[in-house]
């Protein structure tokens, strides 16, 4: 599929958001402000394969050979104060 780039103000945007959907299928749609490209409109399909990575945010977390980390979060003691009801 040719990948074809609109561009739309804002008001036409605004005024037809039905025809911004239909041409994101296409390709980017960019959005102007005072004639300065401000916005961004992607299908979807458009926007994972940009993305181009399916990774899990545990599998992004993940730190390869540092199992050997310390951590020592402090206790929740220390983190309030009991409420004072007198």
Do not use: C, W
């Not at 181009?52 to 983190?79: C, H, N, T, V, Y």
Request: glycine letters at 6%.
């Amino acid at each position: 599929m040719t990948t074809i780039l609109t561009t739309l103000s804002t008001q036409e945007f605004n005024q037809d958001t039905g025809k911004a959907k239909k041409a994101a299928n296409n390709g980017p749609v960019f959005i102007t402000d005072d004639g300065r490209p401000a916005y961004v409109l992607l299908s979807i399909e458009h926007y994972q394969a940009l993305l181009g990575s399916s990774a899990s945010i545990l599998d992004m977390l993940k730190m390869e050979g540092d199992d050997d980390i310390e951590f020592d979060p402090p206790r929740a003691s220390k983190l309030y104060r009991p409420a004072d009801f007198s």
